[in-house]
């Protein structure tokens, strides 16, 4: 009997030891719920996935309208599977980051404003355009924790659709955001309008959009010649936002490639 148990110990130890953060049901595991009231009194909501490397750089998510930050669970587990070596003992090319994802204002969880409850259907445009404020009160409370030792001079923000919009507005009230990637921005969202924040940001820039999204494609076409610093995607179909990295492999495999070159 005990020579029974000893063993069952072990293969239950044994199936620990394979668990890695690759697997999308350990990924929820690892995401740490964190909270804030921002300026105006609304508790916003965003997960941390905190990176097993030390000082490492800080990937911000940012959802496109209707969507939460589950939307990007896909990419975050492609991610970890591009950078995690697959040979054990194999040193990694690259640190895998510290990965904040958003449920913006009036989606999924940060609807409480005060004492009242929001939803973006019935957002006005003043306040989605609170959007840029909410993501830089966000990441500066993240630098500060010092729980966590995050790179502050590599910061990376990805977003789509009004989150694109979103996320290059973010650098101009954030330091050292090296990189920004924009899947199926529009020229106007909800009035966040994202071309003077594209001619004056100095890093790197992908823009990405579906032929077939008539308004995002063509908007990502006149976008992308603001910025020299810019790579412009048009893939064939119709997908908007998170869904044309989720639906095409290519596609994933090329952002995570472009974002590692």
Not at 6 to 21: Q, R
Request: glycine letters at 6%.
């Amino acid at each position: 009997m005990k020579a029974t148990v000893m063993i069952a110990i072990i293969l239950l130890l044994a199936g620990t030891m394979v668990a890695t953060p690759n697997n999308q049901a350990n990924l929820k595991l690892h995401q740490q719920e964190i909270t804030i009231k921002t300026a105006d009194n609304l508790k916003l909501y965003a997960w941390l996935t905190p990176s097993p490397d030390k000082h490492a750089p800080l990937y911000v998510l940012l959802p496109m309208m209707g969507r939460t930050h589950t939307s990007y669970n896909d990419f975050i587990k492609a991610l970890y599977d591009k950078l995690t070596p697959s040979d054990t003992g194999k040193k990694a090319m690259h640190k895998i980051p510290n990965i904040l994802t958003f449920d913006l204002r009036g989606h999924g969880k940060s609807t409480t404003l005060g004492k009242a409850t929001i939803g973006f259907r019935s957002m006005s445009p003043e306040d989605f355009q609170k959007y840029p404020q909410d993501i830089q009160e966000m990441i500066t409370h993240i630098l500060n924790d010092t729980t966590y030792d995050i790179d502050k001079n590599n910061i990376v923000v990805i977003g789509a659709s009004i989150g694109a919009n979103t996320a290059i507005m973010v650098p101009a009230l954030v330091k050292n955001v090296k990189q920004v990637v924009m899947l199926s921005p529009g020229e106007n969202y909800r009035s966040l309008e994202p071309a003077n924040y594209l001619k004056k940001y100095q890093g790197k820039v992908l823009i990405c959009a579906s032929e077939e999204d008539g308004y995002a494609s063509e908007s990502s076409k006149k976008l992308a010649k603001l910025n020299n610093n810019c790579t412009l995607k048009i893939y064939p179909g119709s997908n908007h936002g998170t869904n044309i990295i989720n639906n095409h492999p290519q596609t994933m495999t090329y952002l995570l490639d472009w974002l590692f070159k």
